[in-house]
């Protein structure tokens, strides 16, 4: 089956900084990574700050412009794209922005922030528009009389959801979920990942959902992807990746989650980040791959 989504040792470098004399040598955020994602499924990709996760789901969309590689979402070569064409392919791959409090115009009353990407790809009159907004705050929770407020008077959770009813107006197929609940408070996180699980449910959507809390992970990524120094080092099935790591830097990462059980000590397995040598994945078990020696 073909997968909705493709990508092919994708790249991405920003040049060196520096001055005439002495310029540092050009950083690769993301080096030559492949996955594919399957229609209806949640993709994780995790790994520590700065590795790269982030990086790559904005190339997959291009909002950052990779630097080599292939993408392709539904069928679509998504580098090949003009920018009028990318602009019209964007109804099939929205994002969900990690700080509700930043990605939300704090300008705009939140009614129109949700109809703008209505009005840009010049979709129904504007009564068909506002109509369309009403049913996406139902869809997510959120009562139509608030459509007039703006950002600032709602709660974190609420302003998640705006955003989500924002990412969803175009009916996309493909839903990039950058860490959407890293910034809200713990209480609010499992509602809106609740959230997340009900639409993928109810509108058939694909998620790549990027975070760096594997418990969550764990529950609702159909895969996962661990991603070190901006190469994935391990993709399997999530249970696979839990029960049973493949490469030294997973475990690691494992070995951090915090225990559940009162008094259970939290054994840290260190990672010596100076024995890391990149290699190509390759296939530990059917459908578990991992950047190892065999």
């Not at 996180?189 to 959230?195: G, M, R, S, Y």
């Not at 996962?224 to 099935?237: I, T």
């Not at 070995?255 to 939290?266: D, E, H, R, T």
Request: proline share 7%; hydrophobic share 40%; net charge positive.
């Amino acid at each position: 089956m073909t997968p909705l989504v493709d990508v092919r040792n994708l790249v991405k470098e920003y040049p060196g900084r520096g001055g005439l004399f002495r310029r540092t040598p050009p950083f690769r955020a993301v080096d030559d990574i492949s996955f594919s994602i399957a229609a209806g499924e949640t993709f994780g990709l995790v790994g520590e700050s700065g590795c790269g996760k982030t990086t790559t789901g904005r190339c997959l969309l291009r909002l950052v412009e990779p630097t080599s590689g292939e993408i392709r979402v539904k069928d679509m070569d998504v580098r090949a794209l003009s920018s009028s064409a990318l602009r019209r392919a964007r109804r099939h791959f929205q994002i969900v922005f990690q700080d509700p409090y930043s990605s939300l115009n704090p300008r705009m009353r939140v009614g129109d922030i949700v109809e703008e990407p209505l009005i840009i790809h010049k979709l129904g009159s504007r009564e068909e528009r506002r109509a369309r907004v009403q049913q996406l705050f139902e869809l997510v929770g959120l009562d139509p009389s608030a459509m007039a407020k703006y950002p600032h008077e709602f709660s974190g959770g609420q302003r998640q959801r705006i955003g989500l009813a924002r990412a969803l107006a175009l009916e996309p197929s493909l839903v990039v979920a950058d860490e959407p609940v890293s910034a809200l408070d713990v209480s609010v996180q499992a509602q809106v990942v609740n959230l997340l699980l009900d639409l993928q449910k109810r509108l058939g959507l694909t998620y790549l959902f990027i975070a760096h809390d594997l418990r969550l992970v764990r529950q609702i990524c159909n895969r996962v992807a661990v991603m070190y120094r901006g190469r994935l080092v391990e993709v399997a099935p999530a249970e696979r990746v839990f029960a049973a790591p493949a490469h030294p830097y997973t475990v690691a990462l494992l070995s951090a989650i915090p225990k559940l059980q009162p008094g259970q000590k939290l054994e840290r397995i260190p990672f010596d980040a100076a024995s890391f040598t990149p290699l190509p994945l390759r296939e530990v078990e059917p459908g578990h791959w991992a950047a190892v020696q065999i």
